[in-house]
């Protein structure tokens, strides 16, 4: 008995989303859709980028009864699709997502031309009353696999590899796999965007395809490797022993550092994996980034690497209590804020400071963003070693300083400024910015003092300041500022939840600090970006208080 061959089928709504989608094709060309999909690129970015690509299709998913039988029934309804060809990426990301449910169904491409371009249509078979329907209701509600798609006109690899680190670290765009579809030797790669939209980059051949996912989790899961590795390095003082000797090797730099050649080679070779070392012939040799482990480098990143390897690192792994609870992972883990932990242990205590000092780079455009012309003291609250006060006092010889800090952090500041010739331009004043601020000065710094408190404790802060200064005078905030938009690159993302684990503060945007600013009595007048990921607030107090 010959049973019927089932027919393609196609119900109303898989065919109204194959014209929603070639109506996007006829009014689109590549420039617009970019702008639709990256807006965080630049006008002139994206007329760089519509150099070496072309807008080639948008795609779906659609799920007939069957593939016989399917360009035939496309062609009824007014699609002219070409022949039906075997997708062999998109069926891989359908098992990973639903497993037993695609069952051994294959998944078929079939392009319908639209002005030039077209529309892919991928389908899926799905038989009535079969487990994929369960497939089909949810792809169809989600659009997982709905995209538009961009074909490279550039022979070669380098103009790829150049757009994919253009789109990932300029627009935002997030690798979401890919592979070879030998059928038509064509590389995909797929890319998800910050608004959960998908496009695809086709590269004519064979190319390196995009990390498999699992393989990139493993390399996010290790990083406290590498930050415990970096912390070795910094406390062995290799860097110090390659800048004295360049081409040391690992037999030598063992003897030097007191550790054991294999143990140490190994750790090199790890080293030299992150960028911090280069090795040929069993030799070593500082990159930029190991030079900044330097003990005299200047703004050396040791003492950072130091508390982020140690008292930081433990207490990290405190983060879901902190989650949890809200509270900071450090006096969970330690007993009492690290604040207070480290006043009463020196030599974390001159750590930190020393840490902080090493993120004084940051500092170095303040002097010119800034007119003091008119001004006569500047008042630094919690200024640590007075390095911010110490680089205007350098660049604006009129003025007279006032820093206020914890008596254990004035001992170094006292140092610091005093090598710089400056201790005698600056008042050192013993104190707590939360109970009281010295008054008369007219400009006030708060630099990275903020974030380390949560919104009261910050309104409480400034409110002290806005009653310490005169009307008109100006106060300078240092922090780092999250992005106004989530899943913008940023360092602000990452010291926000170090904030929320070692502190108990946060990092925010310059709305937020804007809102606070006001109800402290202060209005904002200007925001500038510094190194390091850092920004400069510059506040106004009123006089309506």
Request: hydrophobic fraction near 40%.
């Amino acid at each position: 008995m010959n049973l019927p061959v089932a027919q393609a089928c196609l119900n109303a709504s898989d065919l109204e989303r194959i014209e929603r989608a070639a109506t996007h094709v006829r009014a689109h060309d590549t420039e617009q859709v970019l702008a639709e999909l990256l807006p965080g690129l630049t006008a002139e970015e994206r007329a760089d980028v519509c150099r070496h690509l072309v807008y080639d299709h948008t795609a779906v998913l659609v799920f007939p009864a069957s593939l016989d039988g399917l360009r035939e029934e496309l062609r009824r309804h007014g699609f002219d699709a070409g022949r039906l060809t075997p997708s062999v990426v998109v069926r891989q990301r359908l098992v990973r997502r639903y497993g037993s449910l695609v069952g051994d169904s294959p998944v078929g491409i079939v392009h319908v031309p639209v002005d030039g371009r077209s529309v892919e249509i991928f389908a899926l078979p799905v038989p009535p009353d079969s487990p994929g329907e369960l497939v089909a209701e949810d792809e169809r509600a989600a659009e997982h696999e709905v995209h538009h798609a961009f074909a490279v006109t550039v022979p070669g690899t380098v103009v790829p590899a150049g757009l994919r680190t253009l789109l990932q670290e300029r627009g935002g765009a997030v690798p979401d796999g890919g592979g070879y579809n030998s059928h038509e030797n064509v590389t995909v790669l797929y890319f998800r965007t910050r608004q959960h939209r998908r496009f695809e980059l086709r590269l004519p051949g064979r190319h390196e395809p995009l990390p498999d996912p699992s393989v990139s989790l493993l390399d996010v899961m290790t990083g406290a490797w590498a930050t415990q590795a970096v912390a070795a390095m910094a406390e062995l003082e290799i860097a110090d022993h390659l800048a004295d000797r360049p081409g040391l090797g690992a037999d030598d730099l063992a003897a030097r550092t007191g550790t054991d050649p294999d143990a140490l080679r190994r750790l090199l070779r790890y080293l030299a994996s992150l960028g911090l070392l280069t090795s040929a012939e069993e030799t070593y040799h500082l990159t930029a980034l190991g030079q900044l482990l330097r003990t005299g480098a200047e703004f050396s990143l040791r003492p950072l690497a130091l508390l982020y390897g140690g008292p930081f690192y433990d207490s990290f792994a405190g983060l879901t209590y902190s989650v949890r609870t809200g509270r900071e992972a450090f006096a969970h883990r330690y007993g009492e804020h690290h604040f207070a932990y480290f006043a009463q242990r020196p030599e974390l205590g001159g750590l930190f400071h020393r840490a902080m000092a090493a993120s004084a780079e940051m500092f170095t455009p303040v002097p010119a963003l800034v007119d003091f012309t008119g001004a006569r003291r500047v008042v630094d609250v919690g200024g640590g070693n007075g390095a911010l006060l110490g680089r205007v006092l350098r660049a604006h010889g009129h003025l007279e300083g006032v820093l206020l800090e914890r008596p254990e952090a004035l001992a170094t500041a006292r140092e610091e400024l005093a090598t710089a010739g400056l201790d005698g331009r600056c008042s050192f004043v013993a104190g707590d910015f939360t109970m009281a601020v010295p008054a008369g000065g007219d400009v006030y710094l708060l630099s990275r003092v903020l974030h380390d408190w949560d919104d009261e404790r910050c309104l409480s802060i400034l409110r002290r300041c806005a009653r310490a200064m005169r009307a008109g005078s100006e106060l300078l905030v240092v922090e780092r500022l999250l992005p106004r938009q989530e899943g913008v690159s940023s360092p602000a993302v990452a010291w926000d939840v170090h904030m929320l684990c070692n502190v108990g503060g946060r990092e925010r945007t310059e709305d937020h600090y804007g809102r606070l600013l006001a109800e402290a009595g202060f209005e904002m007048t200007a925001c500038h970006a510094l190194p390091l990921g850092a920004s400069l607030l510059q506040a106004v107090r009123r006089s309506d208080m």
